[in-house]
């Protein structure tokens, strides 16, 4: 009899974890998997380099600007409501962007990052709540998943492009399969209305943790970590082109830097949790960083080395900041406060790199000034990292 009793029980888990896994696919791949085909979009539409940049750093914009309310979203409309409502926001999105116009392209690349800022947050709270005892290893799963999925994206978005009666905006309305297999697993959970784990920091927590100086570490790691990863994510196959790499080469490269990306989850997690500092693994990490960008500038011939190496350590550095957050913070009042400092600010100082560096790379000819100045924000993220990564509370 009992196990007729947690038959439906497992049965409904799996669905759960099934669309956990399905909405992660979202998480990266409709944004990342842009930068191989932007090439094809600038000679199709006529767009400048600094407005592929714009391109690149609108959905930063709106992880910035969107991420605070997304909680507030999930109180009044139930935490499955609002992750189906983002997965409906980001499939109309993909639609938008690929209907043709340049102002759709731009519209729909903003939408875009508005649902998967949804999602982003959301996510975590959602494994919080109803699967506290296995956050490590859903959390490295879903990781893995956006990464998987992201770097096939990045390898066949050119070769799509290419094939007979399909242009840039097939290949790109070729991603709404993802948020439509999502939505449709995500369908069970509907009759849910639950909201999430998240605690909402008091005004004092708020006021406090703007005037911490180790906050603002924690934030200015964030934003090292994410401006970087963006700018060298964003432009790498067009970076590659111009080093003599083809669109396909480039493609594949990219795909890879996205899947190497996802592995540092599995490997720094528990390193992160055993040591009560992490300042050696936060230096280290973001030298790894520093090693890999001036490999790709003084030796491209190797970027098949180059960019893994960029892959697994920027990933590595981000999955620092994201864990700094809660590390750092004395309560989950203060961590949810820190939070939306952090990915707030981070986020917007990551908008502007991908735009700036674009305007760099037309008006110098090169990407050699792009390269230096991303070796020289590793250096200043591995002197955070060696301040932040210390034992202390905000």
Same mark, same amino acid.
């Given at each position: 009899?009992?196990?007729?009793?947690?038959? /439906?029980?497992?049965?409904?888990?799996?669905?759960?974890?099934?669309?956990?896994?399905?909405?992660?696919?979202?998480? @990266?791949?409709?944004?990342?998997?842009?930068?191989?085909?932007?090439?094809?979009?600038?000679?199709?539409?006529?767009?400048?380099?600094?407005?592929?940049?714009?391109?690149?750093?609108?959905?930063?914009?709106?992880?910035?600007?969107?991420?605070?309310?997304?909680?507030?979203?999930?109180?009044?409309?139930?935490?499955?409501?609002?992750?189906?409502?983002?997965?409906?926001?980001?499939?109309?999105?993909?639609?938008?962007?690929?209907?043709?116009?340049?102002?759709?392209?731009?519209?729909?690349?903003?939408?875009?990052? !508005?649902?998967?800022?949804?999602?982003?947050?959301?996510?975590?709270?959602?494994?919080?709540?109803?699967?506290?005892?296995?956050?490590?290893?859903?959390?490295? !799963?879903?990781?893995?998943?956006?990464?998987?999925?992201?770097?096939?994206?990045?390898?066949?978005?050119?070769?799509?492009?290419?094939?007979?009666?399909?242009?840039?905006?097939?290949?790109?309305?070729?991603?709404?399969?993802? /948020?439509?297999?999502?939505?449709?697993?995500?369908?069970?959970?509907?009759?849910?209305?639950?909201?999430?784990?998240?605690?909402?920091?008091?005004?004092?927590?708020?006021?406090?943790?703007?005037?911490?100086?180790?906050?603002?570490?924690?934030?200015?790691?964030?934003?090292?970590?994410?401006?970087?990863?963006?700018?060298?994510?964003?432009?790498?196959?067009?970076? &590659?082109?111009?080093?003599?790499?083809?669109?396909?080469?480039?493609?594949?490269?990219?795909?890879?830097?996205?899947?190497?990306?996802?592995?540092?989850?599995?490997?720094?997690?528990?390193?992160?949790? @055993? $040591?009560?500092?992490?300042?050696?693994?936060?230096?280290?990490?973001?030298?790894?960083?520093?090693?890999?960008?001036?490999?790709?500038?003084?030796?491209?011939?190797?970027?098949?080395?180059?960019?893994?190496?960029?892959? $697994?350590?920027?990933?590595?550095?981000?999955? &620092?900041?994201?864990? $700094?957050?809660?590390?750092?913070?004395?309560?989950?009042?203060?961590? !949810?406060?820190?939070?939306?400092?952090?990915?707030?600010?981070?986020?917007?100082?990551?908008?502007?790199?991908?735009?700036?560096?674009?305007?760099?790379?037309?008006?110098?000819?090169?990407?050699?000034?792009?390269? !230096?100045?991303?070796?020289?924000?590793?250096?200043?993220?591995?002197?955070?990292?060696?301040?932040?990564?210390?034992?202390?509370?905000?």
């Amino acid at each position: 009899m009992s196990g007729h009793v947690k038959s /439906p029980q497992r049965r409904n888990g799996m669905l759960l974890v099934l669309g956990i896994l399905l909405i992660a696919a979202n998480l @990266r791949a409709p944004i990342t998997g842009v930068a191989p085909l932007l090439d094809m979009i600038r000679e199709a539409t006529g767009i400048s380099v600094t407005q592929a940049g714009i391109l690149t750093t609108l959905p930063l914009l709106a992880f910035g600007l969107i991420s605070p309310f997304a909680a507030t979203l999930a109180s009044r409309f139930g935490m499955e409501r609002s992750l189906f409502g983002a997965l409906v926001v980001i499939a109309g999105a993909i639609a938008l962007r690929s209907s043709g116009p340049i102002w759709a392209l731009f519209a729909g690349t903003a939408m875009l990052g !508005a649902g998967i800022a949804i999602g982003n947050v959301l996510l975590p709270s959602l494994l919080k709540r109803d699967f506290p005892t296995k956050i490590g290893e859903l959390t490295a !799963a879903y990781a893995l998943t956006a990464g998987a999925v992201a770097a096939i994206a990045s390898a066949f978005a050119v070769p799509m492009a290419s094939l007979p009666g399909m242009n840039w905006n097939g290949a790109l309305a070729a991603f709404l399969v993802v /948020p439509t297999m999502a939505a449709a697993a995500w369908i069970p959970q509907l009759r849910k209305d639950t909201t999430p784990a998240i605690i909402h920091p008091d005004a004092t927590d708020k006021v406090a943790v703007w005037r911490s100086a180790l906050a603002w570490q924690v934030t200015l790691f964030f934003g090292l970590t994410s401006s970087v990863y963006y700018v060298i994510i964003g432009w790498l196959p067009t970076m &590659l082109g111009d080093l003599g790499y083809s669109a396909h080469a480039a493609g594949t490269l990219h795909g890879l830097s996205q899947l190497a990306s996802a592995l540092p989850g599995l490997l720094l997690a528990p390193l992160i949790a @055993r $040591f009560s500092s992490q300042s050696t693994i936060a230096v280290g990490t973001s030298l790894l960083v520093t090693l890999a960008v001036l490999g790709l500038w003084l030796a491209p011939g190797l970027a098949a080395v180059w960019v893994p190496l960029f892959g $697994f350590s920027a990933g590595g550095c981000f999955i &620092l900041a994201l864990a $700094f957050v809660s590390l750092r913070a004395r309560n989950t009042h203060s961590a !949810a406060a820190l939070s939306g400092m952090a990915q707030c600010v981070g986020y917007c100082l990551a908008a502007m790199a991908p735009p700036a560096t674009g305007f760099l790379r037309e008006s110098s000819g090169s990407w050699g000034s792009t390269f !230096a100045l991303c070796a020289l924000a590793t250096i200043l993220l591995a002197g955070t990292g060696y301040f932040v990564g210390r034992s202390a509370t905000v």
